[in-house]
């Protein structure tokens, strides 16, 4: 069974900063890409950022240049440096990955449980 558990996620003001992080466990054979979304009360859950294994990245037109999205292959995890925060960021962040496991060809995407970050002064 694989798990995401973020971390990192809390209250901050407004220009404050914050790291939030995901690691995958379980019975891993290769991770493809890695991405945050983000889902606020009433709205849609949508995409903050994604990266590939490569280390290609995308990011929503509302974080770019102050969102950081990063991996590290070796310990299966990928953090999102959020810098000058705004109101209007606050949102639980979840972490989505596309896992093949062992004894499948398959690559399934997993969710992890969602972390809440509230920017308020």
């Known amino acids: 069974q694989v798990q995401l558990v973020e971390s990192g996620g809390g209250l901050v003001q407004p220009g404050g900063s914050l790291r939030l992080s995901c690691a995958a466990s379980?019975?891993?054979?290769?991770?493809?890409?890695m991405g945050w979304y983000r889902q606020a009360p009433g709205l849609e859950r949508e995409l903050v950022a994604d990266i590939t294994t490569g280390g290609s990245t995308n990011y929503a037109d509302s974080v770019k240049g102050r969102f950081t999205i990063s991996r590290d292959n070796a310990k299966n995890t990928v953090y999102l440096q959020m810098n000058s925060l705004k109101p209007e960021d606050t949102a639980v962040y979840y972490c989505n990955a596309g896992i093949r496991t062992a004894f499948t060809i398959f690559v399934r995407y997993y969710w992890g449980q969602g972390t809440q970050v509230t920017v308020s002064s």
């Open positions: 379980g019975n891993i054979v290769s991770i493809n890409a």
